[in-house]
């Protein structure tokens, strides 16, 4: 962008140390909302102060030397906000994942079009033009793959999330395939960014290409293991954009993109570790897959059925029940009826507390996220570190839907795949009971070893229908 025209609103000089200032405080809004949105109480307020920082940096924008074509901006603007407020208000809580990893697979492709439309005018430039720099060139190229395969990526995330895509699609030698799409993009994009004169075919392999690796980089992951992606391809928007944000010398890009890289990239790591897995092996090691391969070791015993009365009867005479929601509870969109019934039992002078595993649910944080929708207090709810101890003192652990992160053998069966991974201890609980559907395995394929215990009883059903079947027990007694 011409920095040295004149600002059709003001002087380039006021114009230019206004946009300045205005970077300085989408600074400080974008790290104040982040700093408060890492705690569930103020976590509305934190979204409220990110999105007056990127108000800010989006105004003052228009303030920039050499701005045009404000028709088209304007449009677009309106047109997003319109599309993005009533998907919002309309997409439910269950749906919220899809729209994360749709949303975020957006921002890599806008950082996508900011490198192509760069690099498509250094293909086509003319002699005594002025051309990008190599080290342009190169954060160019840089920024759009890595937008491009975040865009790619996170469509196919959307798909598996929403059912689109069944199960993880692999076939032999797929990764020395991958590897290879990755060397022959990584080829292409040298280059372009080494100025020499390319024609407007190799840019569009370029990106073709990096499209196409985003594609088949998701395909072959599991569905449990969607928390992790969706975290990974978050971190690639907010470096895309940084990236792109120096091509542009744009600071609130370069801000806004380094701030939501670093959290991604934190939050991945947070993530696998949740898991007990490398990065690594959640994306190459083919698990998390739907009917995948169950558990090295045989289970023994055999589920054991109870009917809602009883559990109501267990639950109402209780001194502590732990409550552990999966997404089974958010598929029966049961979280309103479960908190209804911990009233109940709160009311009775039952001590009532709800454990939370990082990696429960499709997305980090999904289960605090429909908690909080239900109104549940902040004060009730505890991640795994917090509330393990407490297994062994409750008098029940109730289950909602949870499967792979109660599942005793990732302590105790080295032949599990899913060995080491910290898991909530519900198991130690006096009795356990488990609200499911039916006796499948989870969205991971691994038999639940917990299921067959002699202190679990299974409570067939609906999340919500059996829910509200307590509630009516608990009353009853």
């Known amino acids: 962008m011409d920095t040295a025209a004149t600002s059709p609103l003001l002087g380039a000089t006021t114009a230019q140390w ?90 890599g492709g806008a950082a996508a079009a900011i490198a192509a439309v760069e690099l498509y005018r250094q293909a086509m430039h003319r002699p005594g033009e002025e051309s990008l720099t190599m080290v342009v060139a190169t954060l160019a190229v840089v920024g759009g793959i890595i937008g491009a395969v975040s865009f790619s990526g996170s469509l196919i995330a959307f798909s598996k999330l929403q059912g689109l895509i069944k199960g993880a699609m692999r076939f032999s030698g797929q990764q020395f395939f991958n590897l290879a799409l990755l060397a022959v993009t990584v080829v292409l994009g040298a280059l372009v960014a080494s100025g020499q004169d390319v024609s407007t075919g190799v840019v569009t392999g370029f990106f073709v290409l990096a499209l196409l690796f985003g594609v088949m980089m998701t395909l072959p992951i599991g569905g449990a293991d969607m928390p992790v992606v969706i975290s990974l391809y978050n971190a690639f928007t907010g470096l895309a954009v940084a990236f792109e944000g120096f091509v542009m010398q744009n600071a609130a890009m370069i801000i806004a993109g380094t ?46 059925p109870i009917e809602a009365s009883d559990v109501g009867v267990m639950m109402a005479f209780a001194q502590k029940v732990i409550v552990v929601p999966g997404y089974g509870m958010a598929v029966a969109q049961a979280q309103h009826k479960v908190w209804e019934l911990c009233q109940l039992l709160i009311d009775r002078g039952v001590q009532v507390r709800f454990a939370i595993h990082p990696v429960a649910g499709r997305m980090p944080g999904h289960m605090n996220v429909l908690l909080a929708e239900a109104g549940v207090p902040y004060d009730l709810i505890a991640d795994l570190d917090e509330i393990n101890a407490e297994f062994e003192t409750a008098d029940v652990a109730l289950i909602i839907g949870a499967n792979d992160v109660v599942n005793p053998v990732a302590r105790n069966d080295k032949s599990s795949p899913i060995y080491g991974m910290p898991i909530l201890n519900a198991d130690k609980a006096k009795n356990v009971v488990v609200i499911k559907r039916g006796q499948g395995a989870g969205f991971s394929g691994i038999e639940n070893a917990l299921f067959f215990l002699d202190n679990t009883r299974m409570l067939y059903g609906d999340g919500q229908a059996a829910a509200n079947q307590l509630i009516q027990a608990v009353k009853s007694v």
């Open 18 to 107: 206004l946009i300045q200032v205005s970077y300085l405080l989408t600074a400080f809004l974008f790290v104040m909302g982040l700093k408060r949105m890492s705690s569930p109480v103020t976590a509305r307020s934190g979204i409220v102060w990110a999105g007056a920082g990127m108000l800010v940096a989006t105004l003052f924008t228009f303030l920039y030397p050499g701005m045009t074509n404000y028709i088209w901006i304007i449009t677009a603007i309106v047109t997003g906000t319109a599309v993005a407020w009533i998907t919002g208000k309309r997409v439910a809580m269950t749906d919220m994942p899809q729209m994360i990893a749709l949303y975020n697979g957006f921002g």
């Open 259 to 304: 701030v939501v890289g670093s959290a991604g990239t934190l939050l991945t790591q947070l993530m696998a570790k949740a898991m007990n897995r490398s990065l690594g092996n959640v994306l190459f090691s083919g698990f998390g897959d739907t009917g995948g391969a169950a558990a090295g070791g045989p289970v023994t015993g055999s589920m054991k």
